[in-house]
């Protein structure tokens, strides 16, 4: 059964640092382009990064550049995003999802994380 599981989620001070993990089961993460998303509340769904599966090219939103950093452990079939210097605005639900490259339509989903930034 393929699944992606997220965790490391929390809450966590302004300033303050998480690392998101997304683990993957019935299929081999390296194949796929892992991209993590974010929704908070009444906001629409945005991209946040992603690590292609070709050259391990990697992207960023603008609003989170030179804070988060994603990476991938092939040998535990996990992808990581790890998050410093949080804002309130980074406050949302965070989720993992597979596709073809960075550019497409995710095929595969995890049911997310919440990590709320607050003092």
């Known amino acids: 059964q393929v699944q992606l599981v997220e965790s490391g989620g929390g809450l966590v001070q302004p300033g303050g640092s998480l690392r998101l993990s997304c683990a993957a089961s019935?299929?081999?993460?390296?194949?796929?382009?892992i991209a993590w998303f974010r929704q908070a509340p009444g906001k629409e769904r945005e991209g946040v990064s992603c690590?292609?599966?070709?050259?391990?090219?990697?992207y960023y939103a603008d609003s989170v550049k030179g804070r988060f950093t994603i990476s991938s452990d092939n040998a535990k079939n996990t992808v990581y995003l790890q998050m410093n210097s949080l804002k309130s605005e980074d406050t949302a639900v965070y989720y993992c999802?597979?596709?073809?490259?960075?550019?497409?339509?995710?095929?595969?989903w995890g049911k997310g994380t919440l990590v709320t930034v607050s003092s």
């Open positions: 019935g299929f081999t993460l390296a194949y796929y382009a």
């Open positions: 690590i292609s599966s070709s050259d391990s090219s990697t």
């Open positions: 999802a597979a596709g073809v490259d960075c550019s497409a339509e995710p095929r595969y």
